[in-house]
């Protein structure tokens, strides 16, 4: 089906736009996926090769959302025909008083995640000596992990929309929504000048959001687009079955100093995945494509962490990506409210930890779209309004 009216219009194409196509498309909604650069494209956040997925956090909001999300991962992989998620263990590690650690276990006790709790020797024999942590940190262990492809993912989503019905344009950049004059919905224009009309519109764009939400309401909403790098580390000859995917080496994540995070050997053979959550603001029309920040920090943990059985002198592939940073890091899934009230809703912000969750997003996106209301899980943390929003009209 192609015309120029639709039930909701997606804007954005990365996972969550293109989550959202699937579950709306799904639903019988006339349905357009708009992105303004090609499909699968590398210059937002959801290209490559690997993105962990855990239930271990130190909020407690998360855990329902993931854990949808896994039976709805299962479940989009299903109806595919092939694999984006791959089942490992999860390994949390930081110093013993490390606050986010402590907030962290003690969600895992109040929401009754079946954990371990690991001394350093205990961390050396679960995992056969490939990682060392210091006397005075501890490591929990969970059953909890794994890693998701990325492209293959938003690939995946994108089938399953066309699959459903769902039409689907790249190289169509929106330039601006408007309420219609009359009767209830909005207009969406396009770069091309072309004119879609739709009862509702979803807003998934990721580190232009920001841009494109003050274009269209004059609202400034607190996203910063960051870019960030991937790292892949070389494991010392004869080391490599130890890192391997499936051979027990788990996801993980280090809090303290930095915030250290890496996956299984798995995407390219005798290397690992070690990177850390950060990087430089950057306009996303003008990426400076340029090094890791906290190098030292980084190579210093590769070294101390792998006992120098990973080669921590330079990484050797990088890969550039952007987050979109909220002050608080949660998401902000909401109307955008004003004159479009429940017309026009926002899933955007998602701070470098929302892959993960993008089935139950596409699902609470559409659900708001449709229904005006979320559907069992609470969207309160992800509330617009938690920020002071100033707005130039
Ligand atoms: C290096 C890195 C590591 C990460 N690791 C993890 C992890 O381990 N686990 C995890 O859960 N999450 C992780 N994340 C976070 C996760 O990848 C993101 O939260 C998620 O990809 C955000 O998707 P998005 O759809 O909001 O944004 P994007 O993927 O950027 O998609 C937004 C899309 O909107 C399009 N667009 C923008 N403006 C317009 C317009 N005007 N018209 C048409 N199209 C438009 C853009 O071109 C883009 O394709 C990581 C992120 C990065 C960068």
Redesign the pocket.
């Known amino acids: 089906m192609e015309d120029s009216e639709f039930d909701v219009i997606i804007?954005?194409?990365?996972?969550?736009?293109?989550?959202t196509a699937y579950h709306a498309a799904k639903r019988g909604l006339r349905t357009l996926l708009?992105?303004?650069?090609d499909?699968l494209?590398h210059?937002?956040?959801?290209?490559?090769e690997?993105?962990?997925?855990?239930v271990t956090y130190p909020q407690h909001h998360y855990y329902p959302m993931v854990m949808e999300s896994y039976r709805l991962w299962e479940e989009a992989q299903a109806q595919v025909g092939y694999q984006v998620y791959f089942k490992a263990q999860h390994l949390d590690m930081s110093p013993s008083d490390d606050p986010i650690m402590l907030a962290l276990i003690d969600n895992c006790r109040k929401l009754r995640i079946p954990y371990q709790l690991l001394r350093r020797d205990e961390v050396a024999e679960k995992f056969s000596g490939s990682i060392d942590i210091p006397e005075d940190w501890v490591a929990v262990s969970n059953e909890h992990g794994g890693v998701?492809k990325?492209t293959k993912a938003?690939a995946m989503f994108q089938t399953l929309a066309l699959r459903n019905g769902a039409v689907l344009k790249d190289n169509?950049?929106?330039?601006d929504i408007k309420k219609k004059k009359q009767g209830p919905g909005v207009e969406v224009l396009?770069?091309g000048g072309k004119k879609f009309s739709s009862k509702k519109c979803v807003?998934?764009?990721?580190?232009?959001?920001k841009?494109?939400v003050k274009?269209v309401s004059g609202v400034e909403v607190p996203i910063k687009a960051?870019e960030?790098?991937?790292l892949y580390w070389r494991i010392k000859e004869g080391q490599e079955g130890k890192f391997a995917m499936g051979s027990g080496f788990p996801?993980f994540g280090s809090f303290g100093k930095v915030y250290v995070?890496g996956?299984p050997m798995m995407e390219f053979p005798g290397l690992i995945k070690v990177?850390v959550?950060g990087?430089r603001g950057c306009d996303?029309e003008k990426r400076e494509w340029g090094p890791g920040v906290m190098m030292d920090e980084l190579k210093e943990w590769v070294e101390g962490r792998f006992k120098g059985i990973v080669d921590s002198s330079e990484p050797v592939l990088r890969?550039?990506?952007?987050?979109?940073m909220t002050p608080d890091e949660d998401?902000i899934i909401d109307f955008l409210g004003g004159e479009f009230a429940k017309d026009v809703v926002l899933?955007?912000?998602?701070?470098?930890?929302?892959?993960?969750?993008?089935p139950v997003i596409g699902r609470i996106l559409t659900d708001l779209a449709l229904h005006g209301d979320p559907q069992s899980l609470h969207i309160q943390p992800f509330h617009i309004h938690r920020f002071t929003l100033t707005s130039k009209f």
């Open positions: 804007i954005g194409a990365g996972v969550m736009g293109s989550s708009l992105e303004q650069f499909f494209h210059r937002g956040s959801s290209h490559g690997s993105r962990t997925i855990r998701i990325p938003v169509t950049k929106v330039v396009t770069a807003v998934t764009a990721g580190g232009w959001a841009k494109l274009a960051v960030t790098n991937v996801t995070y996956t990177a959550h990087g996303p890969q550039s990506c952007m987050y979109s998401f899933g955007a912000g998602f701070s470098g930890h929302g892959f993960k969750m993008a």
